[in-house]
């Protein structure tokens, strides 16, 4: 089982005391608070989630990259949500603290919970050597006319998106009842009423090593490495919701 390094929690800790700071009084008073009565939207418990595969078994997709995206940026980002969680339970305490700069911190915990959530999606949908899913295929096929079509725009999409970041995310749309791709700009815009079932990390820190500024061939790779088990079960519960 993979564990959290001790760079990892270094990192955590630098990304927290660059986090905005409050004064003594603010943290006296959260202090004073019975951890036990802080309800579940304020505790701090995330825990970063083991990769569920061996990163030197992805076709095109080197390991070293694997670890670092899954070290540095993903355990960075958990780390630093749990920090948040703690500064908007100080926050909250003090009365005084003017709501701007409340809402510095809750605009921080919407950015860190974006980057936990689609990191874990993203990392949980690579495997390598996987068959495509029959059942996925004839989906993809009604929503686009052919599972090609929708690989198609799919690949278009993180095209568009290659030398900047974002994410590409193929999803269940539960208000229309359907699948549709989208382009998602950052961590804090994702689409509304949708479930995820692919996800595609396009920032550069999830090819660069590997591939310099070739977006192009970072995608060439994780269309190689999709696990469509995980996509077909995550279509198979949206379509209950």
């Known amino acids: 089982m993979l564990e959290i390094t001790r760079r990892t929690m270094m990192k955590g800790m630098t ?3 660059a986090l905005p700071v409050l004064g003594a009084t603010t943290l006296a008073q959260a202090q004073q608070q019975n951890i036990s009565e802080i309800p579940d939207a304020f505790n701090n418990d995330h825990i970063v989630k083991p990769l569920s595969f061996d990163p030197a078994d992805l076709d095109g997709l080197s390991e070293r990259l694997i670890m670092s995206h899954w070290q540095n940026n993903y355990s960075g980002s958990v780390a630093a949500l749990n920090v948040i969680k703690q500064r908007l339970v100080a926050a909250l305490a003090d009365d005084a603290l003017p709501a701007y700069v409340y809402n510095d911190l809750k605009r921080e915990h919407l950015l860190r919970t974006g980057s936990v959530v689609l990191h874990e999606l993203y990392f949980d949908n690579i495997r390598a050597m996987q068959s495509r899913d029959s059942e996925l295929d004839r989906a993809l096929g009604s ?5 090609q079509m929708w690989e198609k725009e799919f690949r278009r999409i993180a095209a568009g998106l290659g030398g900047g970041s974002g994410w590409v995310m193929l999803g269940w749309n539960t ?4 699948l549709e791709n989208y382009w998602m700009a950052d961590h804090m815009h994702a689409p509304v009423a949708v479930r995820p079932i ?3 990390d396009m920032y550069e820190h999830s090819y660069h090593m590997d591939f ?3 977006a192009a061939q970072y995608i060439e790779a994780f269309m190689r490495n999709i696990h469509w088990g995980v996509a077909a079960e995550r279509l198979s519960i949206a379509r209950q919701v």
Do not use: E, K
């Open 15 to 17: 990304l927290g005391a």
């Open 175 to 178: 208000h229309a009842g359907t």
């Open 198 to 200: 692919v996800v595609m």
């Open 143 to 147: 929503a686009f006319g052919s599972a």
């Open 212 to 214: 310099g500024a070739d």
